[in-house]
């Protein structure tokens, strides 16, 4: 009884083997982080002001900041997104990106040189009319987030996410295919006309599901995938080679 008692409070003393910091000191550590940044910010109040321009209080700010969410950490004295207009500008980015890559599939190469030689070259197509439309689009989505949040030097700063440095990459790809167009008819070369591509990619930075399996698939499970392949051809090649020796011996 007297060993029993004494080995319960031996294990009493010692840690336990997963510890960790409890509920309550994580909460606490965020209050903590969250009135540091509170204090911060308060003392030095052009830190938070978007392009050194537009304050909390700004009116246009305001209503950027009720269309998006937060581009990175939370937003202390801003304002939240509002779900209805959070909701109506996704929507229209939506129908933007989707539109956007319909109009690239149906002007493919061929049909702009079909179109050239009908109508001869010239500047100002539907096309690339239609695409100036839709990159306009994409750069006062841009602008609405960096109003919102700030572009590089604040505390929810557009370029602080990685996925909004590949919206903003897309962008600057799809800026410099539309100005080739205008400038150069058909595009100034291969390269600058298979930046189209990239457009895509604004389906999976767009949604948050997307985006957490594309993470977890680039990142979480590339060493698995990795793996996985490399087992395979472990698998295969014995299997080729062994393939590859009998159908000699048959022919010969």
Partial sequence: MTTSHGAH???????????????????????????????????????????????????????????????????????????????VMKAVVFCVIVASITVAGIATPEYRMAYYAEHGLARGTWFDLVEVALGTTFVLEALVKIVADGFVFAPNAYLLSLWNVLDFLMLVALLVNTTT???????????????????????????????????????????????????MILYLIPFAVWGYVTVKKARG
Wanted: net charge positive; charged share 25%; glycine share 4%.
């Fill in 9 to 87: 409070c031996r294990s009493d003393l010692l840690p336990p083997l997963n510890a960790g910091p409890s509920a309550d000191e994580h909460l606490d550590a965020l209050r903590e982080k969250r009135n540091q940044q509170a204090d911060f910010i308060m003392a030095h109040p052009s830190y938070d002001k978007s392009l050194w321009i537009f304050k909390q209080s700004n009116p246009v700010r305001k209503f950027c900041q009720s269309c998006v969410d937060p581009a990175y950490g939370e937003r202390i004295f801003g304002r939240p997104a509002h779900p209805i207009l959070r909701l």
């Fill in 181 to 231: 167009s205008l400038i150069y008819i058909g595009g100034l070369s291969r390269v600058t006309r298979a930046l189209k591509a990239f457009r895509a990619l604004r389906l999976i930075t767009l949604f948050d599901r997307l985006r957490d399996t594309l993470h977890a698939v680039l990142f979480a499970g590339a060493l698995k995938i990795l793996d996985a392949s490399v087992l």
